[in-house]
T-cell receptor, first 112, second 114 residues
Framework: DAKTTQPPSMDCAEGRAANLPCNHS???????VYWYRQIHSQGPQYIIH???NNETNEMASLIITEDRKSSTLILPHATLRDTAVYYC?????????????FGRGTQLTVWP | NAGVTQTPKFQVLKTGQSMTLQCAQD?????MSWYRQDPGMGLRLIHY???????DQGEVPNGYNVSRSTTEDFPLRLLSAAPSQTSVYFC?????????????FGSGTQLSVL
């Protein structure tokens, strides 16, 4: 299964773009990259996922490098409510469908 | 639409007691799973199920049992609680649609074992 590496913490000023990096250098050709976030004490929340093309939805944008070895989650206008732990995940396809392993993620702090 | 519902929200047990954490989803999802989260740690997969009657182990299955008799319910049983099982437990579900593995999480159960 592909492993991911994220910085343990980042901060960002309110209203500015938050760019959260993730390395997944052992990703296979058919493995997707998923992003979730967890606001304190709550269950994780799905944000976005992608395979090779850049993706955008109402919450964020996902930029995947051409070699697919890294990606960046972009929150275009961060707010205080975006303070959370952000997880970059590549599902384990070696055994069965749907097993997502969450690491420690990146603690994003948005300050006023 | 309730989504994923976990009960109870809080529970305190004594060492050796048994209990069941309940998880129910009303989205007709085939896939359900249980995670535990310890302070300062990410989520670790305990058990998962890809459909009624089918379960499998995750990263940290010891001390926990699961069953899946219906699509809607996926209870997690602690047979003999230990202090090491003090944690926050999250249940999640997802439709099995190829590579679409968007998980929906419950609000969690905070368990303390004394």
């Amino acid at each position: 299964d592909a492993k991911t590496t994220q910085p343990p913490s980042m901060d960002c000023a309110e209203g500015r773009a938050a760019n959260l990096p993730c390395n997944h250098s052992t990703i296979s050709g058919n493995e997707y990259v998923y992003w979730y976030r967890q606001i304190h004490s709550q269950g994780p929340q799905y944000i976005i996922h992608g395979l090779k093309n850049n993706e955008t939805n109402e919450m964020a944008s996902l930029i995947i490098t051409e070699d697919r070895k890294s990606s960046t989650l972009i929150l275009p206008h961060a707010t205080l409510r975006d303070t959370a732990v952000y997880y970059c995940i590549v599902p384990d396809r070696g055994s069965t469908l749907g097993r997502l392993y969450f690491g420690r993620g990146t603690q994003l702090t948005v300050w006023p | 639409n309730a989504g994923v519902t976990q009960t109870p929200k809080f529970q305190v047990l004594k060492t050796g007691q048994s209990m069941t954490l309940q998880c129910a989803q009303d989205m007709n999802h085939e896939y359900m799973s249980w995670y535990r989260q310890d302070p300062g740690m990410g989520l670790r997969l305990i058990h998962y199920s890809v459909g009624a009657g089918i379960t499998d182990q995750g990263e940290v299955p010891n001390g926990y049992n699961v069953s899946r008799s219906t699509t809607e319910d996926f209870p997690l049983r602690l047979l003999s609680a230990a202090p090491s099982q003090t944690s926050v437990y999250f249940c999640a579900s997802s439709p099995l649609q190829g590579a679409n593995e968007k998980l929906f999480f419950g609000s969690g159960t905070q368990l303390s074992v004394l």
